[in-house]
């Protein structure tokens, strides 16, 4: 299983969507200053998530995510926790 996930920093608004196979780990890893790109605008809370079968699959869905802020949105919107 994977998960394409965003979450949003509680400082900045920002939000970051990305995709892993072990959702508390990886955002164990984003809060704790892990990741390069989300260290600044600690902490982050996990606003949605969708589960895919395959790491290809996940992937397409985050690469989809990244490169369009209205299909992001809407994506937030249908899988808000």
């Not at 920093?9 to 200053?33: F, I, K, P, W």
């Amino acid at each position: 299983m994977c998960y394409v996930y965003a979450i949003e920093s509680v400082a900045t608004d920002r939000v970051y969507v990305g995709q892993t196979r072990e959702m508390d780990e990886r955002l164990r890893a984003h809060n704790n200053g892990y990741v390069r790109s989300t260290e600044k605008d600690r902490p982050w809370v996990l606003i949605a998530r969708e589960r895919f079968e395959t790491r290809s699959e996940a992937r397409w869905c985050e690469h989809q995510l990244k490169k369009s802020r209205g299909k992001r949105k809407r994506w937030i919107e249908d899988h808000r926790l």
